[in-house]
């Protein structure tokens, strides 16, 4: 039995607070605020225990916790003193004040959310913002009376139930397991979120009148939508508003973001659920849906089943509120994280809303930070770039970037650029070395896929790919393989715990990984490393070592991918499909100078129509065979995987798009052989990454969605 942990050289460890993309944009976004001088704060849990720690046992993996906590945070400052009382379950009453009718929330429990601040400096400018994290501690109140009936034990029980609500994140971003837990864990943030927004203001206004100039929340996906109720129920039942007003501010300063193409990846609680933890927010939910309807019915009249589908709250077997309807209808801009995705919400998704509401539909390309991706993670790179430019102002300024492409075939550069490669080539083959053993040639081409194992993401297709490539290998004579392109094929990615089908992937990546890379007749040629535990600081070490990055989504499913960026501000030529954030990509930087492959958003339909029938390249078919037939062994455990992609089952069009997969690892073979095209293409790539900086996207969101201004520190 082998087992794999591995700990990076790195001196600290990641804050283990996100799942993947989304989290990850989070943090670029606050880093960008930062930089640029906007007042803004960001909100969030407090996870004793973040994303899981990938183990690789014998190929498979396993998850143990992330105890990123064990040795403190020094970055994070504790104020005791901010905390807040979050109510849960309990029954809501009437009572009457100054002749006018009120409800009032009665909590069945309270817990105590106590906040801990990290400042986040911007770059070059004394602005620094912050990001406060909530922690669940029980409530005062709990412990007082279990002491005094002398219940000690209950007194712990009780502490260890409030705590349970920041323990632990969720760890599959699609699917909602532990479903109140969950949900309490929206509301424990929003509330605690909301209090603090609001006292914050409180203390320098004396009314509301401002509230909507000063003010604006931003909502990314549905997990914190809870936040439009709660202000919602703040401002009417306890500041007394009145439903006009209150109704009026929310509609004003909340702007919701969705990071999903799946209709399924957008969240549903069940109505008895939202009403037993939070009776209040359920009425003010079927309140607001009442006259959400009128609106529906003097618009287009007794069409049913439009009601029916822009409902917030969807009838049937598990009567549900669809948090994403209920976003939309109250906040004043819903934006898509890339092109593609914003015509997937207006003919697909969010269809019947766009018709409704067109102008409150935008996007904003998603974009990361070259403060992380370039200068913390490449400072050779970083270097030559501002050598180049004669300049480091890129760094705050990244259209700089641009300036160059009119040196992308200087020799002097090249060669530059070339040696920078090939030291972060060094470091990244050490790291391999020492976690797998395996050495790899530096000159051979990095090829790297890192990513969340999804079927989307298409690992498979990779996989796969490398598979055929080994048969090619193996069938050659000596003068045909002299001809070959060297290879290190990388992958790495966590699997959602219950997600069966993403943990086979991994399983097969490393039973071909056994099969390729202990084969003497192969050498050199092809190896194939699954670098465990995949993570930020794994992700500063691979991207600037990467020659080649896969990003092969199916066309249609991946939102944005923010990924491509990073590799492409690394000067790492981009094998993708044309999907998300790519196909702007491929305006700034010309299709010539990557590998595009597959189907087009466009074309998907009528590809799945066809099922059992689509045209299907016989390599693909061989390749299913071999694992099928226990070539890499495990016959029957990768069974079920190869069901997935063969008899009409091929959903995410594994087979249709094969052929062409195959054709763009060929073009990027013959491109590598040239090496001043390939540093060419590399720097072209680097030097049209500048739109993909989330200083622009930033600067989009504060112009077009907040209405907000640079706010220069004074001192
Ligand atoms: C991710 C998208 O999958 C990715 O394409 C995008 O680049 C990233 O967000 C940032 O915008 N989306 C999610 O992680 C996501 O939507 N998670 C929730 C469904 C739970």
Request: proline share 3%; glycine share 6%.
């Amino acid at each position: 039995m082998s087992c794999l942990v591995f700990s990076l050289p790195f001196k600290e460890g990641d804050a283990a607070l996100g799942n993947g993309g989304l989290a990850r944009l989070s943090a670029c976004q606050m880093d960008s605020l930062a930089t640029l001088d906007f007042p803004a704060w960001g909100y969030g849990l407090r996870y004793q225990y973040g994303l899981f720690r990938q183990i690789i046992v014998d190929g498979f993996q396993h998850e143990q916790p992330d105890y990123w906590l064990n040795f403190g945070n020094p970055w994070e400052i504790e104020r005791v003193q901010v905390s807040y009382a979050v109510k849960f379950y309990g029954t809501v009453e009437e009572e009457v004040s100054n002749g006018s009718n009120y409800k009032v929330w009665i909590p069945g429990e309270t817990v105590e959310a106590v906040a801990y601040d990290n400042p986040i400096p911007g770059y070059g400018t004394r602005n620094a913002i912050n990001l406060r994290l909530w922690a669940a501690k029980p409530s005062g109140q709990y412990d007082l009376e279990s002491y005094n009936t002398g219940d000690y034990i209950n007194a712990v029980v009780n502490r260890q139930k409030a705590e349970i609500i920041s323990n632990v994140l969720y760890p599959d971003d699609r699917s909602y397991q532990g479903k109140e837990l969950r949900l309490k864990q929206q509301y424990f943030f929003v509330s605690a979120s909301i209090q603090d927004i609001i006292r914050r203001f409180k203390d320098v206004h004396d009314n509301f009148d401002e509230f909507t100039e000063k003010i604006a929340l931003q909502i990314n996906d549905t997990h914190p939508s809870l936040a439009i109720i709660e202000v919602m129920r703040v401002l009417f039942d306890e500041e007394h508003l009145g439903w006009d007003k209150a109704w009026d501010i929310v509609c004003k300063i909340f702007s919701f973001t969705t990071h999903t193409v799946q209709p399924e990846g957008l969240e549903k609680i069940p109505v008895d659920l939202m009403g037993s933890l939070l009776p209040r927010h359920l009425q003010i939910i079927y309140d607001i849906n009442y006259k959400f309807m009128e609106e529906l019915k003097k618009k287009f009249g007794q069409d049913y089943s439009r009601h029916a589908r822009m409902s917030i709250v969807e009838e049937g077997a598990v009567k549900s509120i669809r948090m994403a309807n209920l976003s939309i209808v109250c906040c004043h801009k819903v934006n898509g994280v890339s092109r593609v995705h914003f015509e997937l919400l207006k003919t697909r998704v969010f269809k019947d809303f766009y018709d409704l509401w067109p102008l409150k539909f935008q996007y904003k390309t998603n974009g990361v930070t070259q403060r992380r991706w370039i200068v913390v993670s490449n400072p050779s790179l970083c270097a030559v770039i501002s050598k180049w430019l004669g300049t480091e102002a890129w760094v705050r300024n990244i259209d700089l970037l641009a300036g160059l492409r009119d040196y992308a075939s200087d020799a002097d550069l090249q060669q530059e650029w070339r040696m920078v490669k090939k030291i972060n080539k060094m470091r990244l083959a050490e790291y391999i070395e020492t976690l797998s053993g395996v050495k790899v040639s530096l000159d051979a081409m990095f090829d790297v896929q890192i990513k969340r194992i999804h079927e989307y993401k298409r690992q498979l297709l990779n996989v796969l790919g490398i598979i055929h490539r080994y048969d090619c290998i193996k069938s050659m004579n000596e003068s045909d393989r002299r001809k070959v392109v060297p290879r290190v094929c990388i992958i790495g990615g966590k699997a959602a715990p219950g997600y069966e089908i993403a943990k086979k992937i991994i399983k097969l990546c490393h039973a071909v990984a056994e099969k390729v890379n202990n084969d003497p007749g192969v050498g050199d040629l092809l190896k194939l490393i699954f670098i465990p535990d995949y993570n930020v600081s794994v992700a500063e070490l691979v991207i600037p070592g990467s020659d080649l990055s896969q990003h092969v989504s199916t066309a249609g499913h991946e939102a944005s991918g923010t990924g491509s960026m990073k590799f492409l501000m690394n000067g790492c030529l981009l094998l993708a499909t044309a999907d998300g954030s790519t196909v702007e990509i491929i305006e700034e930087i010309g299709a010539d100078n990557m590998f595009l492959l597959g189907a087009r958003v466009s074309e998907v339909p009528a590809l799945r129509d066809q099922g059992a029938s689509v045209r299907v390249p016989l390599q693909f078919v061989r390749v299913v065979r071999m694992v099928r037939d226990g070539y890499f062994g495990f016959k029957d455990y990768f069974e079920s995987l190869c069901d997935t992609v063969e008899n009409g089952k091929d959903f995410y069009l594994l087979g249709a798009d094969f052929a062409s997969y195959l054709e763009a690892q060929a073009a990027a073979d013959l491109a590598f052989v040239n090496q001043e095209k390939w540093t060419r293409m590399s720097i072209l790539s680097t030097s049209g990454s500048g739109r993909f900086s989330s200083d622009r996207t930033i600067e989009e969101y504060a112009e077009q969605t907040w209405g907000i201004e640079p706010c220069k520190c004074p001192f």
